[in-house]
């Protein structure tokens, strides 16, 4: 299974602000996946990223709020865009490799 | 339609004994079906899954059930150790997309 890198692991950030959270993959995936989770909740998905083209946001996620880079087959960036607390969550990235889908550890995110 | 529901929500089980978590959906549509593992802190981990073509797997103490036409699937641990103590969420995919859409999950606790 594909190793996933996600960073930071953890951050406590001022509302209003942005962070800017990465995944970087060990081998070359076409499709990959953020989510959600708040605490003790389960698994939403927010967007899905393709190498050269556009994200493309479930239902409830905007790209003005969670905007999505994917420059590269091992790499993608999310944004989590004008914090409120409401945005404390985990968020994870997720790739679908031969293993099935592989999640990274998860950026802990606390908005005070 | 896009839903997968997931009982019980929380579940107490004294080691050695059988842990059984299950999952139901309703569209027909989905072609893979994988349970994850998640501890406190970690990202979820994929523990085992299954395509509609095989009524049952077994990997180690973990086994699914997968009912077709009932559009029901269950996770059974055998001989539950205290070290299986986890969040387990169900999912699923398909449909048009490569989306997996979780259950809500199940905090499983083995006691000594």
């Not at chain 1, 409830?60 to 914090?83: A, C, E, H, Q, Y």
């Not at chain 2, 802190?41 to 994929?46: D, F, H, S, W």
């Not at chain 2, 797997?57 to 699937?73: C, D, L, P, V």
Request: charged content about 15%; proline content about 5%; glycine content about 8%.
């Amino acid at each position: 299974s594909a190793v996933i890198s996600q960073k930071p692991s953890r951050d406590i950030c001022q509302r209003g602000t942005s962070l800017t959270i990465q995944c970087q993959v060990d081998s070359q995936v076409t499709m990959m996946f953020w989510y959600r989770q708040q605490p003790g909740q389960s698994l939403t998905l927010i967007a899905t990223a393709n190498q050269g083209s556009e994200a493309t946001y479930e239902s409830g996620f905007v790209i003005d709020k969670f905007p999505i880079s994917r420059p590269n087959l091992t790499f993608s960036t999310l944004t989590v865009s004008n914090m409120s607390p409401e945005d404390s969550s985990i968020y994870l990235c997720s790739v679908e490799d031969a293993g099935g889908y592989t999640f990274g550890s998860g950026t802990r995110l606390t908005v005070v | 339609q896009q839903q997968v529901k997931q009982s019980p929500q929380s579940l107490i089980v004294q080691k050695g004994g059988i842990s059984i978590i299950n999952c139901a959906y309703e569209n027909t549509a989905f072609d893979y079906f994988p349970w994850y593992q998640q501890f406190p802190g970690k990202g979820p981990a994929l523990l085992i899954a299954i395509r509609p073509d095989v009524s049952e797997k077994k990997e180690g103490r973990f086994t699914i059930s997968f009912n077709k036409s009932a559009k029901q699937f269950s996770l059974h641990i055998m001989d539950s150790q205290p070290g299986d103590s986890a969040t387990y969420f169900c999912a699923a995919r398909g449909g048009a997309t490569n989306k997996l859409i979780f259950g809500t999950g199940t905090l499983l606790a083995v006691q000594p």
